[in-house]
Each structure stands twice: as C-alpha cells, then as structure tokens.
C-alpha cells in the first residue's frame, strides 16, 4: 500500500515539474516578446555586418593534388631480380622504402624540410622569377610590417637559397610560416583507407600561390624519394661502371701487349721457347680481363635494370589547373548568419539577465 502511495506521489510531483517546466518556458517567452524589438535590431544589425564581411571576406582557392605511390611487387622485372640474388649477385633495388610506408609519407610532407625545400624552389611571376616563400611574403604584405624592424626589413629568400646557411631571424620566420601552412592551409591525406592514393589540399586566398606549392611540395617529396630509393642502387650502378671501364683499359692494353709481342719476334725459332714467354702472358692477361669483364657487365645490366625499376616514384592522377576551385561566403548566406548569430546571442543575453537577476532576487 505505502509502494503504491510513494509512486502516486512521485508521479504527482512529476506533472507539478512538468507544469513548472511549461510555465517557466511561458515566462521566458512573455519576458523575450517584450524585448522583440531589441532582437530585431541586433537581427537587422547582424544581417548588415554579415553583408559587409561578405564583401571583404576574400574567396578562399583550394588545389588538389593526387597521385598513388608506385608499388614496388607489382613491378615486372621482380622475377628477374629475385633470379639474380639466388646466384649471389647484389644489384640493389631492394629496401629503402621504409620511411615511404603506411601513413610516414602524409608526416614527411608536411614536414619543416620539405615544405621549407618546396617554399624555396622557383616559380615564374608575371614574366619574373622569384621563390615561392617571397611570393607568399609579397602577397601577405608581410614586408609593410617588417619596415620597422631593421633586422627583418631586409631579409631575402632567394631561389633554392641553402637553408644551412640561414641566419636566426632567417630561420624563425621559415618556422613561423611552415607552422601556419600545416596548420591552416595544407592537408595530406588518403582518399581511403583501403587504397593508397594519396590527396594533397591546399589552399590560400591567392589563386597562384596554392597552386605552384601544391606542385612544388609534391615534386620536392619526389625527389627526396628517389634520391633515398635508388640510393643504394645509384651507387652500385657507379661502383659497377667504374669496374667495368677499369678492366676494359686493361684487356685492351693486354690485346696491344700481345700484338706488340709477336710483332717483336716475327720469325721466331722454335727452339726458343723462352721467347714466347711475353706473348703467353699477355695472352693469360687477355683470357682473364674478358673472363671479369664478362661478370661485371652482366652486374652492371643487372643494376642497371634494378635502378629503372625503383623509378619513376609517383604515378599522378590529377593535377591543379587553373582557374581552382573557390570557395566564398555568399552575400544572401552572409546576411542569414550574420542575422541568426546576432539575434540568437541577443536572446542568450537577455535569458542570462533575467535567471541572474532571479537568483539575486
């Protein structure tokens, strides 16, 4: 009986909760109905702020960049290699994409070194060249700025300037940059994760500009892959080469030994041996070069073959062209945001008025 009594209870001071719920919401109603005049003008107000920062508010270019890393087992000449390396013969073409894998390559574009590369390579404005990073300068209007500060008013950032011989101001404002771009305006990812085409994003309120880094970024990236993918095979390549062109000098200087030996002794006695001594060894001279010659121009062509299969690196799928797409905050929009956002924070500062002013009371 008292259960019963306790839930006829609980629901009684459910419906009185209920009811003063409503009658709150009525009185903040009543209470905001008598400022609606208040409401419309901010409305109106924010309506007329929305419409001028539509106006100033520059439109924002975005760039795209996609392209898919070359697989290195699906390659052709795999069969061929894994052949060569049973018979012992190291042609490179193996390792080196480690730093490439997984989700390291999205870290490595965005990273001080190859964005600051990328900034400092050149591109061609209005018939002049100058680096992509005093481009950015120049349209940020940065140098209005740095005109009072003497140790900034005078900086330059030539094309693929060394960045090693930087001064701090130098590098500060390299940091600076980078960190804004990563941070605001460059995005590197995977279309999916289940492929691997990676997209590159960039955009920027100048047109030119977030098209010339998009494209400089991934170029520089491609370099740094090649250069650290085909390391090992470059250098066994040259090694190979330079074996190969050694041994040559030698077989064909054993060749005019040999020539030059009989051509010494043109009609030699049979009776002396000891004269066809000098023309034996060269002779031997002659077998053993083309023996080693033989070994190293099958390695050379071997390496050779290992280095053309670690290039190219990048397959591309799309490129930035001109003109990007642009993105821009409509008047009409401008003016409902503005509206919306003036009023419905004109109606939390009245709400809050009155609860602190009921609770002071």
Same mark, same amino acid.
């Given at each position: ?30 209470? /905001?109905? *008598? ?7 901010? %409305? !109106?107000?924010?309506?007329?702020? #929305?419409?001028?920062? &539509? @106006? ?20 052709? /000449?795999? *069969? ?7 018979? %012992? !013969?190291?042609?490179?073409?193996? #390792?080196?994409?480690? &730093? @490439? ?261």
């Amino acid at each position: 009986m008292d259960q019963v009594n306790n839930q006829a209870s609980q629901m009684a001071d459910d419906e009185i909760s209920l009811k003063e719920l409503f009658q709150k919401m009525g009185e903040f109603y009543q209470y /905001l109905l *008598g400022y609606w005049k208040m409401i419309l003008l901010a %409305g !109106l107000l924010g309506a007329v702020l #929305g419409l001028i920062y &539509a @106006f100033l508010k520059k439109p924002v270019y975005k760039a795209e960049y996609s392209f898919v890393l070359e697989d290195e087992k699906s390659s052709g /000449l795999g *069969g061929a290699l894994s052949l060569a390396s049973q018979f %012992g !013969l190291d042609v490179g073409g193996g #390792g080196g994409g480690g &730093a @490439f894998a997984g989700d390291n390559l999205l870290e490595l574009m965005k990273s001080r070194s190859m964005v600051q590369q990328a900034l400092l390579s050149p591109v061609q404005i209005k018939g002049k060249t100058t680096s992509l990073l005093e481009y950015y300068i120049q349209f940020n209007e940065f140098r209005e700025s740095w005109e009072k500060k003497p140790e900034l008013a005078k900086l330059q950032f030539p094309v693929n300037a060394n960045p090693a011989q930087f001064s701090r101001a130098q590098d500060s404002i390299l940091k600076n940059i980078h960190q804004n771009l990563v941070k605001n305006f460059l995005s590197v990812a995977k279309v999916d994760k289940k492929l691997s085409i990676i997209k590159v994003e960039v955009t920027s309120n100048n047109e030119l500009f977030a098209k010339h880094f998009a494209e400089a970024l991934v170029a520089q990236v491609s370099r740094f892959y090649v250069e650290t993918k085909t390391q090992k095979s470059v250098k066994n390549v040259a090694i190979l080469q330079h074996q190969a062109d050694s041994i040559r000098q030698r077989l064909n200087a054993a060749i005019s030994g040999v020539a030059s030996a009989n051509d010494a002794n043109p009609n030699l006695n049979p009776a002396m041996q000891v004269l066809r001594a000098p023309s034996q060894q060269r002779q031997v001279d002659v077998q053993a070069n083309t023996a080693i010659l033989t070994e190293l121009v099958k390695n050379l062509e071997l390496a050779k073959l290992a280095l053309r299969r670690e290039t190219p690196l990048i397959q591309v799928i799309d490129k930035p062209v001109l003109p990007l797409a642009k993105e821009q905050l409509g008047k009409l929009k401008g003016i409902i945001i503005g509206a919306f956002l003036a009023g419905f924070l004109t109606v939390l500062y009245l709400l809050a008025k009155k609860i602190m002013g009921s609770l002071l009371n």
